[in-house]
């Protein structure tokens, strides 16, 4: 038997297109989960961007809804002050001009209407409807969640007190009840609009916990993707498939010889 043959069939056998196709496959195969592996931590930044400009969309939410509030208790004040000064007037016995208060009354009006232009947020007024505005809502939108609230033009309650105040007479005890009531259908309606935002507040809080939660989710999966040895794993991926090809080189150069000694036996 030549030895040359046999050394030959085997280096035919380390370049055969078999052997090849599965050191291909293998390379193919690491640098997949490599692939694999950025993907993941694209996604986790990803969903982490996204998750913290919902929080801070939340928290934009939460501003707008607080400063109405107050801008609406402000203007309930108001309100209720002239209620009191009503109140007086119709409980005084004298005969003096009861209309002279109106003054006064409309002092608290202009208040309340200030009040209204300079309850604002980023410039944006809350409590006005502005004519160029093409939608009259104030709108939080995120990924997870969108909330919308129409936005209430409180001057208007102005004009209609002062326009009753101004055609009253005062001094009429029908027509003093009448802008009385009007004063407390005024307040009503704030109060109205204040617990509208005050809801809107309380969805977006729930919404920003989950959103939290999310975060606090997210990030200790994070961590436990760190506590892998990624290196480690690709080594030991690289030994076993090596180890793997070795094995098959072996058994098919046992049976190349095994070959071999059979044509010899039969020359």
Do not use: H
């Not at 490599?34 to 993907?39: A, D, K, V």
């Not at 729930?206 to 436990?224: G, T, V």
């Not at 506590?227 to 690709?234: A, H, L, R, S």
């Amino acid at each position: 038997m030549d030895i040359n043959n046999v050394n030959s069939n085997i280096s035919t056998l380390n370049n055969s297109s078999d052997y090849q196709l599965n050191k291909t496959n293998d390379s193919s195969k690491i640098e997949n989960k490599s692939s694999f592996l950025n993907l993941t931590i694209n996604e986790y930044n990803q969903k982490r961007d996204e998750l913290s400009e919902s929080l801070q969309t939340f928290n934009e939410g939460l501003g707008v809804s607080s400063i109405a509030q107050k801008g609406l208790e402000k203007q309930i004040d108001y309100l209720k002050k002239i209620e009191t000064k009503l109140e007086n007037v119709e409980n005084k016995e004298s005969i003096e001009d009861k209309n002279i208060i109106k003054n006064d009354l409309n002092k608290e009006l202009l208040n309340f209407r200030e009040e209204a232009f300079s309850t604002q947020y980023n410039k944006e007024k809350l409590l006005v409807q502005d004519e160029y505005e093409e939608d009259f809502s104030i709108s939080i939108s995120t990924k997870e969640a969108y909330f919308s609230i129409d936005k209430p033009n409180t001057p208007e309650i102005a004009t209609r007190i002062a326009q009753e105040i101004s055609r009253n007479d005062l001094n009429n005890e029908q027509s003093l009840q009448f802008t009385k009531d009007q004063i407390s259908l005024g307040i009503k309606e704030l109060e109205g609009i204040k617990e509208s935002f005050n809801e809107l507040s309380n969805n977006l809080e729930s919404s920003a916990r989950e959103s939290i939660s999310e975060q606090i989710d997210l990030s200790k999966q994070n961590l436990k993707n760190k506590e892998i040895n990624f290196g480690q794993e690709m080594n030991d991926f690289s030994k076993t498939n090596v180890t793997a090809n070795m094995g098959y080189l072996a058994a098919s150069q046992a049976n190349i010889m095994q070959e071999q000694s059979v044509r010899l036996l039969s020359k």
